[in-house]
């Protein structure tokens, strides 16, 4: 019954911005933190942002510090990341997480994920 819908996604010119949504169902949304990952042709998925239940906790990883912001309304069972200053690096699918503690996201181990929404940045 779980499942989480990522939306958003496109073609963006280098140095705009992009707001990503990944709405939840099926699950109790404020009790599981929720992540974004990406992962690029050829490439490993990485990390890029997780948040906790609650919405007080947030981790990045460096190469998007500064640039990117995960957020979410609990009350709209979503998670978002907005995009700033994207640059051509940042194209990859991207897809949400979500894990029942903040640690399993940062680490990759989310217990639901999302298909994903594809992203270009061009120069």
């Known amino acids: 019954q779980v499942q989480l819908l990522e939306s958003g996604g496109g073609l963006v010119q280098a140095g705009g911005s992009l707001r990503l949504s990944c709405a939840a169902s099926?699950?109790?949304?404020?009790?599981?933190?929720m992540g974004w990952f990406r992962q690029a042709p050829g490439k490993e998925r990485e990390f890029v942002a997780t948040?906790?239940?609650?919405?007080?906790?947030?981790r990045y990883d460096d190469s998007v510090k500064g640039r990117f912001k995960i957020s979410r309304d609990n009350a709209k069972n979503t998670v978002y990341l907005q995009m700033n200053s994207l640059k051509p690096e940042d194209t990859a699918a991207y897809s949400c997480?979500?894990?029942?503690?903040?640690?399993?996201?940062?680490?990759?181990?989310?217990?639901?994920w999302g298909q994903g929404t594809q992203v270009k940045v061009t120069v």
């Open positions: 099926g699950l109790t949304f404020s009790r599981y933190a």
């Open positions: 997480a979500a894990a029942g503690h903040i640690d399993r996201i940062v680490v990759g181990r989310g217990d639901y």
């Open positions: 948040i906790s239940g609650s919405g007080i906790i947030t």
